[in-house]
Structures are given as C-alpha cells and as structure tokens.
C-alpha cells in the first residue's frame, strides 16, 4: 500500500519535471505550443494567434530581424528580443527574410513588432512552465 | 508581400496583441484573463490618445 503511494507520488513528480522542460522548450518553438501540451487549448491557441501575428505583420512590414554578431549593443539587445519569437525566427534566418534597410517608418515599426512578439513569447513560456510546476492553474 | 500601416492603426494591432498576452499570462482565471486583458487594451490605446494630445500641444 506505502510502496504503491509511493511510486504513484515518484511517478507523477517525474511527469511534472519532465512537462517543466518540455513545456517551454516546445512554447518557444512555436508560440503557445507549450500551453496547448498542457490542454490550455484557447489559451494556446490565443497565444499563437497573438504572437504570429504580431511577428508577420512585422515581417510584412519590411521590418528587419537582427543578427548575433550586430556588434552595436542595441543590435544585441534587438537580437534578445528577437530570438524570443524562437521557431519564427530560425525560419526567418533561414530563408534570409526581414534583411531589408529600414528606410521609411513603417520598416521601424515591423522590426519593433518582431522584437515585441518575441518578448511576448518569453512571457508565454514563463507562463507555461508556470503551469508545469502546478504554480497557475 | 508589404503591408503598409498607418501609426494609429500600427499602434491598435500592437495593443490588441499584447493585451491578450498580457490577460493571459497575468492572470489565473478566465474572467480576471479578460478584464486584465481588456484593461491593458484600453491602457494601451489611452495612452496613444494621451501623448497625441501631448504632442499635439508641445508642437503649438
């Protein structure tokens, strides 16, 4: 009977570690992934409307993604912002979009929206793995 | 294909999405999800209303 508590207590804190690596990991991939995982479903899919949203639009916009090795410390800085949109933005690498020069001021506010939707999946992650340690409902 | 967005327009998208990953994220039941988001839209689009005003006196 005490083993059978036991291992159903060791099984389940396994489960809740193993859900508060996997959670993030995948919700910064793909932008409310990690809550749809966990069965938030509308909040997962809000999420991911959300953020991709806010990312395209950006790269529609002509806004420009910023690179690791941009020197300048705001580059840097736009680099953080941007590597939050996670999946987003090894696909917008990768494909080499959002390189234009930034010459009217709808380009600057594309860019500011990619660094914005990558912020704002920094928040969706923390709040995912908020939800794999039992913290938020 | 480029989209071209006005600033108040911009400035809109912008609320409505941090707003509703502000709701979600801050708060832990549906109800508080959607006043908080709500909130934060309206904080949002009163301050574009506020510092336009701002501007618009300082260039007087």
Redesign the interface.
């Known amino acids: 009977m005490a083993n059978s508590t036991t291992d159903k207590k060791v099984a389940q804190a396994e489960s809740i570690s193993m859900m508060a690596v996997l959670a993030p990991a995948i919700g910064w991939l793909i932008p409310g992934a990690g809550h749809m995982i966990q069965k938030r479903w509308m909040?997962g899919l809000?999420?991911f409307?959300?953020?991709m949203?806010?990312f395209l639009?950006g790269l529609?916009?002509?806004g420009r993604i910023y690179k690791a090795n941009g020197g300048d410390i705001l580059d840097i800085l736009g680099f953080v912002g941007d590597i939050g949109a996670g999946g987003l933005y090894i696909l917008t690498s990768a494909n080499d979009w959002g390189q234009g020069a930034i010459a009217f001021?709808?380009a600057d506010?594309g860019t500011k929206?990619m660094i914005?939707?990558g912020l704002?999946n920094f928040?969706?992650v923390?709040?995912a793995y908020h939800i794999a340690i039992g913290k938020?409902? | 294909m480029t989209i071209t967005l006005n600033h108040f327009s911009a400035a809109v998208v912008f609320a409505l999405c941090a707003s509703i990953v502000f709701g979600i994220t801050h708060r832990d039941t549906t109800r508080e999800m959607v006043r908080y988001g709500l909130y934060c839209f309206a904080m949002f689009l009163g301050g574009v209303f506020v510092a336009g005003w701002a501007m618009w006196l300082l260039r007087r």
């Open positions: 909040r809000l999420l409307l959300s953020i949203s806010l639009l529609a916009m002509q001021a709808t506010y929206f914005v939707a704002l928040i969706a923390a709040d938020k409902r």
